[in-house]
């Protein structure tokens, strides 16, 4: 626990590279156990979230050593199928678990996992997926409870496009007996990357990144080294901040297609974007940023993950923007804190109409989830005054070494307890 004393008024400027991606380990981790033999993972971001996962791996029996930016895994003497509470309680992405669990064990036991409260995100998904396979899933005294003998493949349409169905569905498939199609599947480039993961395992994976995914399963997996992406998310948050304070940033180590929409709309703030093999480069607007209206979407759409350090931005655009919420229906929550600073923010259900002002005055204000957290820096750093954020350990959850990150680019961030 602690706080982020900010000063604001500060144009950032220089070269920063990004982490490994949060969403790509948390579920490369679990897909692990799906293997006979050690797994190592290289580029994993060095974030509570991760070390939490680690935790949940080596309570389950699995052989968990950290080796610089990554782990070496082996599942060879697992012998629990059900996570402790008070850690899955930590992590939302403890559900990722159910699929692997149930493929290579036979069964899985796993509490309904915690997380950010941004709004419902329910399993129903993921169990009707297993349930397609085979399985016996059901809920009982806030426990997932999941048995089979055997998996089966089976065609399985999402009702709704949801990343975690699609990555436990297509862990789970992989030990199935026959072939499993997903239709209506995430296309993230996170679902790309624990494909090439299970790929490399031995799996018969075909069409991540489209919205129809085939499984052929196969008896075993071995183990296999895999290269976690760079973060979208976190580079998406530099980009911004950059726009943001007017300053001038390199971004390196990125994909840069992975992040299209978010140059679209800077461009179309007033920012200069310059576009490399692997770097972008960010200019901020020219006098101040022009307004924008904003409709988060599933990838390729304008990630909800930005949606508030893209609000930050738009605080003190010359003019009025709108921004549609479509994925979290409670994930305005930074917008009080915002006013704090006096922005001028108007919500109405999923839709928030954002006024334009001059300048936003440092005040204390508390970080309501990871993202939330991200855009309250980038709002104290736009700031006149000193700005203090309560609730760093929601930031620490998602971002590796954010204070440093941003003091190398000339910000004037600290840590206090």
Request: charged share 25%.
């Amino acid at each position: 626990m602690g706080i982020l004393v900010i000063e604001g008024e500060t144009r950032l400027k220089g070269r920063v590279t990004i982490s490994g991606a949060k969403n790509a380990v948390l579920a490369v981790l679990p897909a692990t156990l799906l293997a006979e033999g050690e797994t190592i993972i290289e580029n994993s971001p060095g974030i509570n979230d991760v070390r939490v996962m680690g935790q949940i791996l080596a309570a389950l029996g699995a052989e968990v050593k950290e080796n610089g930016s990554g782990f070496k895994i082996n599942p060879g003497r697992v012998y629990s199928q059900s996570p402790p509470l008070e850690l899955v309680k930590k992590l939302r992405a403890s559900s990722l678990l159910l699929g692997p669990l149930l493929a290579r064990y036979g069964q899985a036991e796993i509490v309904m996992p915690g997380g950010c409260n941004i709004g419902p995100r329910p399993l129903d998904q993921h169990i009707k997926g297993l349930r397609a396979l085979g399985a016996e899933v059901k809920i009982e005294r806030g426990f997932i409870w999941a048995r089979a003998k055997k998996l089966k493949g089976a065609p399985v349409y999402l009702d709704v496009t949801s990343v975690g169905a699609t990555e436990n569905i297509m862990m789970a498939a992989c030990l199935a007996e026959g072939k499993t199609v997903i239709e209506n599947a995430a296309k993230e480039p996170e679902i790309v990357d624990i494909a090439n993961l299970l790929n490399a395992m031995g799996a018969s994976v075909k069409g991540a990144g489209t919205d129809v995914i085939r499984i052929q399963g196969v008896k075993h997996l071995r183990g296999a080294r895999h290269t976690i992406i760079p973060d979208r998310i976190e580079a998406g948050t530099f980009m911004i901040a950059a726009a943001a304070t007017r300053g001038e940033v390199t971004i390196e180590n990125v994909i840069p297609e992975h992040l299209e929409p978010v140059i679209a709309k800077l461009r179309e703030a007033g920012a200069r974007v310059e576009v490399g093999e692997d770097s972008i480069k960010v200019t901020g607007c020219e006098g101040t940023c022009q307004p924008l209206d904003i409709k988060t979407l599933p990838y390729p759409g304008f990630p909800t993950d930005l949606q508030s350090p893209m609000t930050a931005l738009l605080t003190t655009a010359a003019g009025t923007s709108i921004i549609k919420e479509n994925i979290f229906e409670n994930r305005f929550r930074h917008v009080d804190e915002f006013k704090r600073m006096g922005a001028q923010i108007k919500v109405e259900g999923r839709t928030a109409v954002v006024e334009g002002v001059d300048f936003l005055s440092g005040a204390r204000v508390r970080a309501t989830d990871l993202r939330a957290g991200a855009a309250l820096i980038i709002a104290a750093l736009m700031a006149r005054g000193e700005t203090i954020i309560q609730g760093t350990e929601h930031i620490d959850r998602g971002y590796e070494n954010i204070t440093g990150k941003f003091r190398a680019l000339g910000a004037h961030i600290r840590r206090e307890d």
